[in-house]
Nanobody
Framework: QVQLVESGGGLVQAGGSLRLSCAAS????????MGWFRQAPGKEREFVAV????????YYADSVKGRFTISRDNGKNTLYLQMNSLKPEDTAVYYC????????????????WGQGTQVTVSS
């Protein structure tokens, strides 16, 4: 089993930036695709971005494309999400997760989740 701990969330004004980190421990981090999801109050958890274990394949949700960048450092067992040009609608709890088998954009495709980090964007 892998343990995931997110950090880097906070309160930022619209147009600002944040960088989320997800530190992994346990099973081999570098062997799995990793993803970021978010959940706003009263809404379902939604896909944000996913990166393959090599970093060679990346997908983004349309709502964040061009503003967010997912990356990973397998040597440090850490996943990142650079968020620029933040909007109030980006306000949510952000979760990192480990894919079960192959790269996916569905929550069901992920087997281990962090506890989440709150991102709040004020207008």
């Amino acid at each position: 089993q892998v343990q995931l701990v997110e950090s880097g969330g906070g309160l930022v004004q619209a147009g600002g930036s944040l960088r989320l980190s997800c530190a992994a421990s346990g099973r081999t981090f570098s062997s799995y695709s990793m993803g970021w999801f978010r959940q706003a109050p009263g809404k379902e958890r939604e896909f944000v971005a996913v990166i393959s274990w090599t970093g060679g394949t990346i997908y983004y949700a349309d709502s964040v494309k061009g503003r967010f960048t997912i990356s990973r450092d397998n040597g440090k067992n850490t996943l990142y999400l650079q968020m620029n040009s933040l909007k109030p609608e980006d306000t949510a709890v952000y979760y990192c997760a480990v894919a079960r088998l192959k790269i996916s954009r569905e929550p069901a495709g992920f087997g281990s989740w962090g506890q989440g980090t709150q991102v709040t964007v004020s207008s």
